[in-house]
Structures are given as C-alpha cells and as structure tokens.
C-alpha cells in the first residue's frame, strides 16, 4: 500500500531535549516536505527536499533540521525544543511541487513542548 | 510574498443546500490544488487545475480556476454531512516555483 508514515503520532516533551520525528514513504517519490499546523494559521511549510542531499527552507525553517540521506526517508529534527514548536506536524511527498503532482500525506504527530 | 486567501473561513449549513468556496490571491499560478482534511488525518487531495478557466466535476463538487489564473472556487450541490471537514487549496510558490504554499483553509460544517 502507497504510504507516508510518520514516527511517533503523539510526543509529549520538555524545552530543550532533542527529537526527531520520522518520516518514511514508499512510493518512490523525489519531492518531501514537512509542514506544521497551527490553528489560525494553516498548513506551512517548514522545509523541503527535491531530491536525495538537497533540502531547502520553506515559509517556517526556523528551529529545526532536517536531513536526507536516502530518497525514502526524511526526518524532521527538534534540537532543542521550545514551547512555541507545540504543533501538529505533517510529512508529505510527491514526485514534485509543479503542476500536478498531488501530495501525499502522512497522519500526522502531534507534538507538545512544556 | 505569493499567498492564497481563502474564504469564508468557517461555514455551517443544513444537508441540500448549495455553498461555494473560494481561494484568491494575487499572484499567478500555474496550477492550484484542492484538498480536503478530516480530524486527526493528513489532506488528501480532490483536484488539480491547471488551464486558466478549467472546470472539474467530481460527483457533487465543482472546481473552476480563474481565466488569469489567480482564484479558483469549489462548488457543492447539496451538501451532505459526509462532505464536513476542512477545504484547503494549495498552489506551487517561490522563484523557482519549488516551495508549496496553503491558503488557512475553510472549514466547513453540514447539518444533517
């Protein structure tokens, strides 16, 4: 089955403990990103990757890191968590971010930074 | 700063009636996506347009992108509760056209 699947669904932590949340996808594609969810202000776009070693800032990179070893999988990095990252967090990928190529998301992690 | 705006933001109406909503910017896009997000799920997409003044239908729902390509609306006939959850478009942004933006969305809400 075609998937995004992303790692833990739910965290719980405290300000400055490092997380990563992971993110896998099976269909192949070269597109990934990872965005956040915040009441009020939408679905943003943290950062992105076209292709195995190259990622790029999206809207909202501030705070976090990401990296992308293989074409499957792109973990999002919270080196040192602060209150204001408590968001939900959604991974998605794609064969590209032109014209038609729907994104395929993940469910989701809810993230809680106290 | 390329955004997409969309309108209204929240909508309640009872099951048959008709609703449109609408995602403007003022910046040209070469396509625009709608996708629909239920709670606890990640957006799942409905459409895409691509050629200024498309329409596509997809069962009730009815997609146009604007002639110059910077507004696009989505149409349902008769709203059934089924078709609750929250509407968001969705468009290729940056220099490079390699970022992806989202308007806030509309959430919409059908009373049975």
């Known amino acids: 089955e075609a998937q995004v699947t992303q790692n833990p669904r739910y965290l719980i932590t405290v300000t400055g403990k490092k997380l990563t949340v992971t993110c896998s996808q099976n269909?192949?594609?070269?597109?990934m990103s990872w965005y956040r969810q915040d009441p009020g202000l939408g679905l943003r776009q943290i950062y992105y990757?076209?292709?195995?070693?190259?990622?790029d800032k999206g809207d909202v990179p501030e705070g976090y890191k990401v990296s992308r070893k293989e074409k499957r999988n792109f973990p999002l990095i919270l080196e040192s968590p602060s209150p204001n990252q408590t968001s939900l967090y959604f991974c998605?990928?794609?064969?590209?971010?032109?014209?038609?190529?729907?994104?395929?998301f993940g469910d989701g992690t809810r993230l809680s930074i106290l | 700063t390329q955004l997409l705006e969309q309108s209204p933001q929240f909508l309640s109406i009872q099951e048959g009636e008709n609703l449109t909503v609408y995602c403007n910017s003022s910046?040209?896009?070469?396509?625009l996506q709608w996708y629909r997000q239920e709670p606890g799920e990640g957006p799942v997409l409905l459409v895409t347009v691509v050629t200024g003044g498309e329409v596509k239908k997809l069962k009730r729902l009815t997609f146009q992108f604007g002639d110059a390509r910077k507004d696009s609306s989505l149409h349902i006939t008769a709203a059934q509760p089924g078709d609750t959850g929250l509407y968001l478009c969705a468009g290729a942004a940056g220099d490079r056209d390699d970022k992806i933006i989202f308007g806030k969305g509309t959430r919409l809400h059908i009373l049975p």
């Open positions: 269909m192949n594609h070269e597109y």
């Open positions: 990757s076209m292709n195995v070693e190259v990622t």
């Open positions: 910046s040209v896009f070469s396509s």
């Open positions: 998605a990928s794609s064969w590209g971010p032109y014209s038609n190529q729907p994104q395929h």
